[in-house]
Structures are given as structure tokens and as C-alpha cells.
């Protein structure tokens, strides 16, 4: 039955994934947190809404974060990508936020954690960047860093949802960071 | 050191695996030749289904089968109806399953769910909760078995004649758990044999439903819930993903895995159902209470009796010489409601605490006060003593940390600008149980130790929690026991819900640790190769009746922020301190106590859904429209506990926190706004249209 079927439409993608190229022939209609969770096993990146809405799918694009739910695989061809399993590079010990989510208690189910970090270091260089927020005072000259208080951590964190409610604790995690 | 390993603030075991994205929730099991699964709901809120065409979706690429309710493999009837998925015509609610799309790729598996054509005979429906629906009744029994009314004075008569009444309404909309994982299992059969991958909070319960539903011996059936992504109690009993996919499985030969849209969850999962609250309380002048009278009135579908027990709090909370507690249902056309994080105390504390301020303000007392002087010697529904209840240490010390005593008390007597800035004070009260469980404990040569138990952790920390016990119990370093959960080929033991998990299943690994601490004492020589095993059993012992009324306490204290402009409602602060014995773990415990504060606030301010009475659907389906609280909503949430000591629980003093902490929570923020504007809303959540609405009427 499935073979007298005609094919979904594919194309051929390379991406570069937690430093490591890939090349795969995908469906078109192949999201990127798909492709981490089905294509490659990098089941770290989490699906909990499939629409933008609750961040547990945020990945770094090109050093950016994105809801990798929201981007289509085949308009990513030659995309650098690093999730929750690349963050501590080769190494045994784990990225710096990592470790202060330990210390912090920042967790509790686990299944918003992986979306918060990379969320939380693609935020740290935002700020760095002298992107302003909605909370970021006008009067601040722009393209300087800007300094991240527990108010701008809060609100540019605010795409990624915990319904265990661990928010405190993430952004005492950040704050330890950033000091 | 062992001794001190109960109550110390010991790391998450599974931290590491949850930072680093390696634990595995249930879809993330890649076996071979794995197909995705893709459920199709009714296009209708009542009727029958007349066809089902699947042809053009058999016709895509990619697509091995869609089940219907003519060809679905037939289950026996199971215990709850809600299980009962593609096995007849008939549809109850919206969002009732009555196709499941099955492929090669999610992508194929969701295109040919939305090329199932469900041709369905519509009837008409009702979705509208009146508390005067000619359909309502009196229930025998509420959720978790309470009698639905208990009675006793003359309180009609003790209300009227009361000196100080106030007699109000409030509602609490239909919430939704939403937990951050979606509903989901990978099931895999091979011959008979059936291995499933479940986010569930209690994998013993998931494997004798199935064993029922499939007709098969209880040990043909694996389960594992290795990590799970919360469920605050909407993964308590098996839900039909894990039906669903094992019915896939077997009908196409292969692995599968359904993981539920979100947009399906708010009508397969269950939801708090909707409560219409009459309060009335009667008190002398001097704050005495002399007549409580809650009564609710709430929804349940066609398919089950689930009767939210929102009334049962006024059975364990304030002393007065009239009690009445009643609970009404209307069956609807509604998808079935369910537990969500305190079912009944929730929502009860949220009506009886409010109208507990309103009384406050009728008879110009401080709530605190109130409270204090109506604080019974004995529990009122039952005449029993408590265990121990420490409601009133629990409220000073709130008070006293909070700075309650520079509150001015009269309504919107604090402003910023355009702020208005208010204070609120709320009790909260959960029951403290314990359920029967197995457990097993291994000394080994090496001087480490194995304890076994199906406890799952969906959250709490309870691989943690249970080696600290066991170590406790052995009198060993914590570092030394190994923890092994969520898996069916343990010893069995009930779920983690009604904040009974660590109570029940830490009883048993006590007894276990304790009775292999009394052999290695009595041992001579070196263990033998497999060391030694002891088993316990708390049957007859955690379900024994108790003389005792046992639940934990604790107060509410909030301080929010109401913009006079925009209507607004932002919390400044919010403290929580309890009475919950034993506190096991401080670093696991704080953060239960601040995430169901959380969900609190969220139940206060930002969550609500709403039947379409047109359509029958719930309108707030997913994570844009229905609004759990995000990082920038909450504020500085502290949380804290006083010394509780209570011999009449279980070998290690506790009660269970995992509840408590959202029992109380909207009420301390709703006289809180009260507080701020001098205007009562008695309607959740308080969003900004209703409060402006009642601002610009009132003020």
C-alpha cells in the first residue's frame, strides 16, 4: 500500500550539529526540532507545544535562539546548529548554566530544561549585543550591553514556559553566570 | 551524618541527565521501525459517527493504517469509560477520538489525520454549567471518596440568626494541567508480550488497566515512566495515548508512538471542572464562627461521575456549632473532567478563604485573627483530633515575616501613581495519606545498597527522596544507596498523586531498609555474592483507619500591585509557610512548595477556560490562549516551613507537599486585590477586563 504511493516531496539539506555535519535527505515538511529528534536521536530538544508557544524546542541557530518547532529543515541548508547536548563541548563537565541549574534546584519534571538554557545563553549574548527588551530603560544608549537584572532576565526569558513553576530558581541559575 | 540524611537539601539523582537533554521521556524510545500515531477528533459535541471515508489518507504517502471504530481492535469494557477509544458510534464531547492516523513519519501521520473524512450525525448539546440545570443531583460521593454531604447543627437556622452573616458566590472557570509534556507512549508488542513507554504518574496502574482492557496476564506487560514531564495529576490513571498506541502497535505490526497535539489535551486529559460556590457564614461580633455552609456546584461529562470535592475543606477547617457541606453535579456534554493538582482544596480554599475575608471585612477583624480564633480543637466534619495541626504557628509566622502587622487595613488605602497596592493573607490545607506499597533492599558485598520500587518521578525528586530514607533507615551515607523506579518489573506501589507518593512509597522502603539494617547486624562474615535481599509489604499498615484526622497546614501571604488604568494585577510578593510534619528533603520540598504557588498565582490571575456553548469546545486550547504563568509573572515566591513533629503518619513523620502550596494561593491574592481596590471579585481569574469592568463601576 505505502509503496504504490507517490513520495512526499524531499530535498537534500547539510547542517552542521553540535559541530558535527550532517547531510540528509528530509521531507519538506520536516521541522528542525523534528529532524534533531527523529532524524539524528538529539532527543534533548523537547516538543511540548509543536506552535511557537512554550519554548521547550529552543535550539541556537547560528548562535541565535530559535523554537526550532517553528523552522522548516529545508530552509536551514548550511545552518550551524548546537542544542542542550552540545553546550559542554567535548568535554565531561558541563556548560556553566548547566551546572548553576544543578546548584539552583532550576528544574523539577526536566522537560522545559533543555529549551531554558539554550534560551537563557542565546538571551546572555542578546543582552551582551545591546538588544534592548521591553523592560530595558529608553533612556539606554544603544548597541551597549545591557545589563541583565532579575526584571530583564524575567522578561527575556518569558517564551519559555515551566508549568512546574521552577522561575525563581532559573533566574537566580542566570544570575549566577553573569556575575 | 546518616541520621542528618532525612531533611538535607541533597541534589536531584536524574539532574544531570535533565540539564544535558540525555533523559528519556516516552517518545524519545527509538526502536526499530518506530511509526508515529495522529489522533482524529470529533467534529462534533454529541452524536453518533455514520462514516468514516479513509480513503484519501490511506492514499498519501507514507500512511499504514487509520484505525475507526469499525476496525479498531476491540478492548474489553474498561473501568473507565474514558478508555473506552474507538469502540462504537457514539460521541460523547468534542475532541472524543473517533480516528487514529497511523504512518511512517509524524509528518505523514498528521496529513493523513487531517484526510480522514468522520461523517457524523449530530445531536444537540449542552455545555452550560447553572447551578439550577434541571439535570443537577446530589452525588453519595465525591472525587477521592468523601460523602457528597455532610450536615450536621442546624445551620439553615444557626445562619439566620447569626450576628455578623455574609452570604456570597464565587466561580473557578474549567483549568487545564498542561503539563510541559504532552500526553505520550511508545508501545511495542512482541507475540503477546507488551512493552509500553508511558508518561504516566504511576506505571502499576497503567499495566493492570492494559492487562484488562487487552485480556492479558499482568506479566506479559512491561511499563516504564523513566522520566516524566509533569502531570499534576492529568497522567494519574492511564489516558488514551497509551490505549491508542498499543492498539496501533498491534494493528500494524509495529512500534508506535502517539504523542498527544497540545491542542488535545484540554479534552482528553481531563480538566478541573468548573465550580459555582455558595458560601454563607454566620459569626458573633467578637469573630466566633456560628454557622459554615459551602455548597458547589460543578459539571461532569457523559462518559464518567467525577465530582470535584470543592466542599470538603469547610469539614476540616474552621469550628462552628453548624455545618453544612453539600456538593451538586449536572452531567454534560463535556469532555471529562479530571484531577488537577488538589482537586477540591483548590478550588474550595479559593471560595471558603475569600469568604472568610469577606468576614473579616464585615466584622472589621484582622483575617489573621479571624482565623486564629476559629481554629477548632477538633476536626469539624469528623469530631476527630488532629494528628497535628499547626494552621495558626503557621499564620504568625507568615505574619511576622511578611511585616502583616504595619498593614493598614482599610481597602485601597495604598497607592503608587496610578498602582493600586493591596496585601492578602489566605490558609491552606491538604490531606495527609498513605497507600500501600512493596519495596525491596539489597546489601551488597561492596558496602553499597539497591532499593527497588515502581515509584515514578514526575517532578519531585523521588529517586532522591527514597535513597535518603532508605539511608536514613540503614544508617548509611545517602551516596551509598542506589535508587531504581519507574519501571514495572519492580515491586509494585501505588501512584504519585494525592501527595501520597513519598508517604507511601518512602513507608516502604523504611520497612525494607529497616529490616535488612536488623539482618546485617545479626550477620557474621562476608555477604554473600548477591548480598542480601529483604522485601516489605505495607498492606494493613498505610491503609490502617486512623483515630486521627491528619492533614498538613499552612498560610498564604500576598502582596500584588493592581494598575488602575490598564487593570492589571501584578504580584510583588508572595510567602507560603507550612505545617507539613517532616520536611524530607529541603532543596526538592522548597521547589514543590514555589512551582504549586505558582500554578496558584496562574489559577488567580492568568488561567480560565470557557465552553463555546455554540460549538461545545473548549475556546482556550492551546498555550497562547490558555495562560500559564511565564517568567515575567512571577515575582520574588518564597517558601518555608516550621519544625512539625507528628507520630501518627508513618515511620518518617511526613505529610505530602506536592499540593498545598496551590490550596490557598488564589485566595491570598484575591483579597489581596480586594486589598488594593476596595472591590470584591469573586469571579477567576482576575484578568485585566474584569478588573478594569469592576474599577470603572465601583471606582
Known amino acids: 500500500m505505502t509503496s504504490a504511493n507517490k513520495p512526499a516531496p524531499d530535498s537534500e539539506i547539510t547542517l552542521r550539529v553540535n559541530g558535527k555535519p550532517h547531510t540528509l535527505h528530509i521531507d519538506n515538511r520536516r521541522t528542525l526540532l523534528d529532524l534533531l529528534r527523529e532524524d539524528l536521536g538529539l532527543t534533548g530538544s523537547k516538543k511540548g507545544c509543536d506552535h511557537g508557544q512554550c519554548g ?85 544608549p544603544s548597541g551597549r550591553p545591557v545589563p541583565l537584572d532579575r526584571s530583564e532576565i524575567r522578561e527575556r526569558l518569558s517564551g519559555n514556559l515551566c508549568r512546574c513553576g521552577a522561575y525563581p530558581r532559573i533566574v537566580e541559575a542566570v544570575e549566577d553566570v553573569i556575575r | 551524618m546518616t541520621a542528618t540524611s532525612l531533611g538535607a537539601p541533597v541534589e536531584r539523582r536524574e539532574g544531570r541527565q535533565k540539564v544535558t537533554g540525555a533523559a528519556r521521556y516516552a517518545a524519545e524510545y527509538h526502536l526499530p521501525g518506530r511509526a508515529h500515531a495522529w489522533p482524529v477528533p470529533a467534529p462534533v459535541a454529541r452524536g453518533r459517527v455514520t462514516a468514516v471515508d479513509t480513503s484519501a489518507a490511506l492514499a498519501l504517502p507514507g500512511v499504514l493504517a487509520v484505525l475507526t471504530p469499525d476496525d479498531a481492535p476491540r478492548l474489553a469494557e474498561p473501568e473507565d469509560a474514558t478508555l473506552a477509544v474507538l469502540q462504537g458510534p457514539d460521541v460523547p464531547h468534542r475532541g472524543w477520538c473517533v480516528a487514529l492516523a497511523v504512518a511512517e513519519t509524524l509528518e505523514a501521520a498528521r496529513a493523513a489525520a487531517r484526510a480522514v473524512r468522520v461523517t457524523c450525525a449530530a445531536e444537540p448539546h449542552d455545555v452550560g454549567l447553572d447551578p439550577g440545570h434541571r439535570d443537577a443531583y446530589e452525588p453519595k460521593e465525591t472525587n477521592a471518596g468523601y460523602p457528597g454531604r455532610v450536615e450536621h447543627g442546624d445551620p439553615q437556622a444557626a445562619f439566620a440568626a447569626a450576628e455578623v452573616r455574609v452570604d456570597t458566590v464565587y466561580r473557578v472557570p474549567p483549568l487545564h494541567n498542561h503539563p510541559m509534556e504532552p500526553h505520550t507512549s511508545t508501545a511495542h508488542w512482541d507475540g503477546d508480550r507488551l512493552t509500553v513507554y508511558t508518561s504516566s504518574q504511576g506505571g502499576t496502574t497503567v499495566r493492570s488497566v492494559l492487562a484488562q482492557l487487552f485480556r492479558l496476564p499482568e506479566d506479559t506487560i512491561t511499563v516504564v515512566s523513566e522520566h516524566v514531564g509533569g502531570g499534576f495529576g492529568s497522567k494519574g490513571t492511564p489516558r488514551p495515548d497509551v490505549v491508542l498506541a498499543a492498539m496501533a502497535a498491534r494493528h500494524t505490526g509495529r512500534p508506535v508512538t502517539l504523542a498527544y497535539p497540545r491542542r488535545s489535551l484540554p479534552t482528553t486529559v481531563g480538566h478541573r471542572a468548573p465550580t459555582v460556590q455558595r458560601l454563607r ?112 504557628e503557621c499564620l504568625r509566622e507568615g505574619a511576622r515575616r511578611f511585616g502583616w502587622a504595619e498593614r493598614d487595613p482599610r481597602p485601597r488605602s495604598r497607592t503608587e501613581g496610578p498602582l493600586l497596592i493591596g496585601t492578602g493573607v489566605a490558609a491552606a490545607t491538604y490531606p495527609a ?100 535481599e529483604t522485601r516489605a509489604d505495607t498492606a494493613g ?153 469592576g474599577l470603572l463601576a465601583g471606582g
Open chain 1, 56 to 140: 521547550a524546542c529552543t535550539v541556537l541557530a547560528d548562535g541565535r535562539r530559535v523554537n526550532s518547532c517553528l523552522l522548516l529543515a529545508v530552509a536551514l541548508d548550511g545552518s550551524e546548529i548546537t542544542t542542550v547536548e552540545g553546550l559542554g563541548g567535548d568535554g565531561e563537565e558541563p556548560h556553566p548554566l548547566q551546572r548553576a541549574f544543578l546548584d539552583r534546584d532550576a528544574f523539577q519534571c526536566g522537560y522545559c530544561t533543555p529549551g531554558q538554557i539554550c534560551s537563557a545563553i542565546g538571551m546572555i549574548a542578546e543582552a551582551a549585543a545591546g538588544h534592548p527588551s521591553q523592560v530595558t530603560d529608553p533612556a539606554t
Open chain 2, 281 to 392: 457564614l454566620g459569626a458573633h461580633t467578637d469573630g466566633r464562627l456560628t454557622a459554615v455552609l459551602h455548597e458547589t456546584t460543578t459539571h461532569t461529562s457523559r462518559v464518567k461521575a467525577f465530582v470535584e470535592q470543592a466542599a470538603v475543606p469547610a469539614r476540616v477547617m474552621y469550628a462552628a456549632p453548624a455545618l453544612l457541606s453539600s456538593h451538586r453535579v449536572v452531567p454534560l456534554d463535556v469532555p471529562s473532567p479530571s484531577w488537577m493538582r488538589a482537586p477540591g482544596e483548590a478550588p474550595g480554599m479559593y471560595a471558603l478563604e475569600s469568604a472568610m475575608d469577606e468576614l473579616a471585612d464585615a466584622l472589621g477583624m484582622d483575617p489573621v485573627e479571624l482565623r486564629v480564633r476559629n481554629d477548632p480543637e477538633c476536626e469539624p466534619g469528623s469530631g476527630k483530633p488532629f494528628s497535628s495541626r499547626h494552621l495558626v
Open chain 2, 433 to 532: 495519606a498513605a497507600v500501600p506499597a512493596t519495596a525491596s533492599a539489597r546489601a551488597l558485598p561492596d558496602g553499597t545498597f539497591a532499593v527497588r520500587i515502581n515509584a515514578t518521578d514526575i517532578g519531585t525528586g523521588a529517586r532522591t527522596v527514597l535513597a535518603q530514607v532508605a539511608a536514613d533507615a540503614l544508617a548509611v551515607p545517602v551516596d551509598r544507596v542506589g535508587t531504581e523506579i519507574g519501571h514495572s518489573d519492580l515491586p509494585p506501589a501505588w501512584l504519585a498523586g494525592g501527595s501520597m507518593g513519598t508517604a507511601s512509597w518512602g513507608w516502604a522502603v523504611h520497612e525494607a531498609c529497616a529490616e535488612l539494617a536488623s539482618r546485617l547486624a545479626a550477620h557474621t562474615g562476608p555477604l554473600p555474592a548477591d548480598g542480601i
Open chain 2, 541 to 693: 499498615r498505610a491503609d490502617a483507619d486512623s483515630p486521627y484526622a491528619r492533614h498538613a497546614f499552612g498560610a498564604h501571604f500576598a502582596e500584588v500591585a493592581v494598575d488602575s488604568v490598564t487593570g492589571e494585577t501584578r504580584v510583588r510578593r508572595l510567602l507560603g509557610i507550612y505545617a507539613a510534619g517532616r520536611i524530607l528533603n529541603a532543596r526538592t520540598a522548597r521547589s514543590q512548595f514555589t512551582g504549586a504557588m505558582t500554578m496558584g498565582l496562574g489559577m488567580a490571575l492568568t488561567e480560565g477556560s470557557t465552553l463555546d456553548p455554540a460549538f461545545g469546545d473548549f475556546t482556550e486550547t492551546d498555550l497562547a490562549s490558555y495562560h500559564v504563568p511565564a517568567h515575567a509573572d512571577v515575582p520574588a515566591i518564597e517558601a518555608d516551613w516550621i519544625d512539625e513533629e507528628d507520630p501518627h503518619l508513618n515511620p518518617m513523620g511526613s505529610k505530602g507537599i506536592g499540593e498545598i502550596g496551590i490550596v490557598g494561593t488564589a485566595a491570598a491574592l484575591g483579597n489581596a486585590v480586594h486589598h488594593a481596590t476596595g472591590i470584591r471579585f469573586r469571579h477567576l481569574p482576575l484578568t485585566p477586563d474584569r478588573i478594569l469592568t
